[in-house]
């Protein structure tokens, strides 16, 4: 039915906003909003362990012609080519370290009955890594690269399981440099610049003013965080999370590059 539909429908532009949890998405998602209102959709399956395949949000696009933002946590990066549709895939990268702080500190205020959110009510910042930790603590561990390197295609369920290698990290790698846009959360201002350059064709009336959502530290120096998010933890403890995090972080440094040139190309000043 949906090869029927994808014949006689014109080509659509379409922006989907891959949501990586704690990467800045809800105040992407706030500026969408405010500017697409009924044209603005946010869909993600019960379960935080869900994921939604590139043919899945595919599917979900055609079935609801109104869209023109496409918003969701559990949607796989990238979508798959369709001749019919333009479209312009935003996410953001966050320091993999300073990202388990925010978690952590999101948890702990969240009004949720997740056991997660649940354990870091009662828990310190070190017991609740541990803990995680104790408990697969996937989103916790090279939790990027998991991300940014699904193949696209073979079963979501060996794909959610399977040991991360340096061969997912070069896929991971090659999406961010053959990507049309990629934000960074301690950048985020010069991150809505190269939004709207990259938009700005097929959208070029968006507002990017916004108000933070999901605020959860007025700690704006990312080194200043990550001190304090060592000395919450321990030296080990830190130490371990950059080892398991090794892959992210090497991720994050080379998107950082890529970063700088795009600010560069468009004449802002690099600050990272």
Request: proline share 3%.
């Amino acid at each position: 039915m949906h090869d029927v539909i994808r014949k006689i429908t014109k080509k659509r532009k379409i922006i989907v906003h891959f949501h990586i949890f704690k990467n800045a998405g809800c105040t992407i998602d706030y500026i969408m909003r405010n500017n697409f209102h009924k044209h603005y959709f946010s869909y993600d399956n019960p379960g935080q362990s869900y994921f939604i395949s590139g043919n899945e949000g595919i599917e979900y696009i055609y079935k609801n012609p109104a869209m023109k933002v496409f918003s969701s946590h559990q949607l796989l990066y990238p979508l798959p080519e369709d001749s019919n549709l333009t479209v312009y895939s935003i996410f953001l990268l966050r320091h993999p370290i300073d990202r388990i702080g925010s978690i952590y500190r999101f948890e702990k205020k969240h009004l949720s009955f997740t056991q997660s959110s649940l354990k870091a009510k009662v828990m310190d910042f070190k017991e609740y890594v541990l803990w995680k930790l104790d408990n697969g603590g996937k989103t916790m561990r090279n939790f990027h690269v998991h991300r940014l390197s699904y193949p696209g295609n073979g079963d979501i369920t060996t794909f959610r399981k399977r040991l991360l290698t340096n061969k997912e990290l070069d896929t991971a790698k090659g999406r961010l440099k053959n990507s049309g846009y990629f934000g960074i959360v301690e950048r985020f201002d010069d991150s809505l610049l190269l939004m709207k350059d990259y938009l700005q064709k097929d959208f070029p009336d968006i507002d990017y003013s916004y108000v933070i959502q999901n605020k959860s530290t007025d700690i704006e120096n990312i080194e200043q965080r990550l001190y304090m998010i060592r000395e919450q933890l321990g030296a080990q403890l830190y130490e371990n999370l950059l080892k398991i995090n090794d892959l992210d972080i090497e991720l994050y440094n080379y998107a950082l590059n890529i970063f700088k040139n795009r600010i560069e190309s468009i004449g802002v000043e690099n600050n990272v």
